[in-house]
Each structure stands twice: as C-alpha cells, then as structure tokens.
C-alpha cells in the first residue's frame, strides 16, 4: 500500500479484481495514516462481503551510510576509503555507517555492498573499535543514506529495532493478521517474535522474510517455527549470487509445502507496471513460475504503492495466475510422509486422504470445518483440485485466511449434529453459487462437531 493506494475506490478494485492480501510497510507512513487505511480496508469487506488479510511489513534494522558531500561523489576502482561509526558527512576519504559494531562484527576480505550491490568494497583492515579500511572494486556513484549490505558478515544486530517494537504494538492493536518478520537469520529471530505476539494475547501469525545468507544456512528450522515464508528477492539477490536466487526461491517453496507452511513470492515480479499499463512477456513468466512453483502468494511492492496503475497491475496479475492455475498439474503427496508419532497423525491422515479423494472423483469443493485454521492449512498445501471451503466460528480466521493459496474462509457457528451441519453448509455454498446440483462435495471434520477438535472424519456426499 502507499500513495496511489491511499483511495476507496482504487481499494475496493483492487479487492474486486484480485487482490486477497494488504501489506503494509511499516519503512514509510505514519500509524495515523494505516489506521485511516486499515478502517477503509475493513469497511470495504463488509461492503464486499470478502475477507481481506493485512500484512504489516515491519522495517528490521536498516544498514546504511550517512549524508556525503555535495549529495554524491563518483569513485574508482582500486580506491581506499575509510568507514568510521562518527555521525560525519562523508567525502572520498571518510564515510559513516550507522551501524555502531560495524568495525567489531567484519573481518579482513569480506565485502561491503552499498545501494543494492551497485558499489562493492572489500575490507581491508579493522581497528575493532571505531574505524574501517576498504578498497573500491569498481567505479561508480557514492550517493547520501544509501543502504547497505554485508553479505559475508554476521552481523550482530536483533531483527527487531525499536521502532520495530512500536510499529508491532500498534499492528497488534489494530488487529492485524500477518506480520512480516525482516532481517532473520535464524529460528530464534522468529521464536522472539511470536513470543512478544503471544504475550499480548493476540492472534496475528509470523511470516519470516527470507532476505539474508544465514536465513538459507537454518532455512528448515526457520520455516518450521514460522507460520508463512516469504522469498523477498530484492535483498536475497543483493546478499547472495544473482544467479542463486531462482534455486533457492524452488527450494523454499518445496520445502514450505512439504510443512504445509504458505510462501509468499516477492520483489520486482511487475515492475514495469509502475510506469506502463501492461506488464513485460518476462515478467508475465516470472509471475507464471512462481504459480507453478506452487507458491501460495505472489506480491506487489512499488507497482501498487506509487505505480500509476495500481488496479490494471493486480488484474493482469489475477489473469496470469487464473490462467497458469487452469493448467497446473501437481500431484498430491502420498500418505508415506505421515508420522504415526506426531500429534496430529489422525487430522493429517484425514487430510492426505481428503486431498487424493477430491482429485480422484473430480470433486467441486473439500469443505473443512476448523477452528485453528490446521486443516485448511494442510489441505491446501496438497494443491487439490477442488476449491477448499473453511466454515469456522473463529472470526479471527476469516481474513487470515486469504494468504493461503485456494481457501476461501466462511463464517458459521451453528454446531448440532455433523449431518446437520454439512446439509447447512451443503446449502450455504449452493445458495453462494459455490456448487451445483450433482457437484461432489468432501466435507471433513471432528466428530463429536460440538468439541472443535481435529479432524477425524471424511464424508463424500453429491449435491
């Protein structure tokens, strides 16, 4: 969301043609401008009758140097230049950084990266204290407060700021569904973050950005403890070999579906849309390979924030995956993954079973009943067919929901009898056009309904 965003009537095409998720980044704006935006948001839904999630992309520390003479200043390579931890303007032999450890955390050949890669450095020497030697390797522009990245270098800085800490209050405050987590590069960044979450009673989820080398190193363990990934490939293409990023976005999404954690592709996917009304063939493929990859979501950044055509960028985006989803053929995973030893055995069983069932008789819908949201999450990491329909009581569901790729969430708190609920939820959906007479149908749920336990029942019934 940003400035070309910031209207009803944009939003509300938005939604209509598309979009199920709103980020908010939290690097630019201020909380009174979201909450203006979030009850805009909220008010459109109810219009709508639709359930939009909101995001809120929290900033994490920000490496960057300070103001430089003039505004910019050109260098060449083989030129030294010193880094020092002092608020100083800089000139072609000093620069500030705005890292305070930035001498105690780098080591002698490590690389400095300045304003996306454009700029690289190698260090040549330390003091461990305040000062840092390096030599240019190529030529080009050193321009004020451009950020900076230090793919070699544990650097030894939290993922969440204090700002950070203001920002999360206030998404907590305001109800918001998702919180995007920067900066981590390991399980425990994540950990922090739901505990502060959990703390505070609320329900939001974690979506950890996946932008830094370490992040790759835990990249299982991070997606274990995490509730969504996102593959934010700006920052991953600075950090790691350009020609890395496309193995590493397959391997994430794979092992995200093997966890039935959702993933989130990021950055630049229709960039030339900020400025033109129609996207590049390159990046109709770039869109048409993540949905093939089986990501659950594809984002848009600055095509939507400040492009001039905010509402044609989702819709193009929409056809693509509409399009792309109309061929996709994956097949379900087998039942053999199934740990007899986990917990949730019984509710997995069902989901596999539900899943391979539904592709099998070519069923219309796979209707879940859930109150955690577990099974919606399960099933659609399967990528059945059919479209999935999760009745809940839990309203905190209902938007949360629409990150995951092929669920949509419905509101319904009447719990009888299990026949009775599936023959009033069997009337719902054809009331909503959902089905029709003669479409198959997959209901799962846990029996007895009224204890909203897991899942322990399958039932295949004809409308």
Not at 393 to 421: I, P
């Amino acid at each position: 969301m940003g400035p070309s965003t910031n209207n009803r009537e944009v939003l509300k095409r938005m939604i209509q043609v598309g979009m199920n998720v709103c980020r908010i980044n939290f690097s630019h704006g201020k909380h009174q401008d979201y909450k203006l935006l979030v009850e805009m948001l909220r008010s459109i839904d109810e219009e709508l009758n639709v359930h939009t999630a909101i995001l809120a992309d929290l900033q994490g520390p920000k490496l960057r140097i300070g103001e430089v003479e003039n505004g910019s200043f050109s260098v060449k390579k083989g030129d030294e230049i010193l880094f020092g931890i002092e608020d100083l303007v800089g000139n072609k032999d000093r620069l500030s950084i705005t890292h305070l450890d930035f001498p105690k955390d780098v080591e002698v050949g490590e690389v400095i990266l300045i304003d996306d890669g454009k700029l690289k450095l190698e260090i040549l020497t330390t003091d461990n204290d305040k000062w840092v030697t390096a030599k240019f390797l190529n030529d080009g522009i050193v321009s004020s407060r451009k950020g900076v990245n230090l793919p070699d270098t544990k650097v030894s800085i939290p993922s969440l700021t204090e700002k950070d800490l203001k920002d999360l209050q206030f998404a907590l405050d305001m109800d918001f569904d998702w919180i995007g987590l920067s900066f981590v590069r390991e399980p425990e960044d994540v950990i922090q973050l739901k505990n502060l979450i959990n703390a505070k009673n609320k329900h939001a989820r974690v979506v950890a950005k996946i932008e830094k080398p370490e992040a790759i190193k835990h990249i299982k363990e991070i997606i274990r403890y995490s509730d969504a990934i996102m593959i934010a490939r700006g920052d991953l293409g600075v950090e790691i070999p350009m020609q890395d990023v496309p193995l590493v976005q397959k391997r994430i999404i794979r092992l995200c579906k093997k966890m039935a954690k959702p993933t989130i592709v990021a950055t630049q996917m229709m960039e030339s849309m900020i400025e033109s009304p129609t996207p590049t063939r390159a990046e109709v493929n770039d869109v048409a390979n993540a949905v093939l990859d089986s990501a659950d979501a594809v984002m848009l950044s600055a095509e939507t924030s400040v492009g001039k055509y905010p509402v044609e960028t989702v819709l193009a985006m929409s056809q693509i995956i509409t399009r792309i989803e109309e061929y996709k053929q994956d097949r379900v995973e087998t039942k053999k993954n199934l740990n007899y030893q986990n917990e949730r055995f019984i509710t997995d069983s069902i989901c596999f079973s539900t899943a391979e069932l539904s592709d099998k008789v070519a069923a219309k819908a796979i209707v879940i009943m859930t109150h955690s949201g577990y099974s919606a999450y399960r099933i659609s990491s399967m990528r059945p067919k059919a479209n999935i329909f999760a009745f809940t009581s839990n309203r905190k569901l209902l938007s949360q929901l629409s990150l995951v790729r092929g669920v949509e969430c419905k509101y319904y708190d009447r719990n009888v009898s299990t026949d009775e609920t599936i023959f009033d939820i069997i009337e719902r959906l054809t009331k909503d056009n959902d089905v029709k007479k003669g479409d198959l149908i997959v209901n799962i749920a846990s029996m007895p309904v009224k204890e909203t336990g897991m899942s322990n029942m399958m039932k295949l019934s004809r409308v």
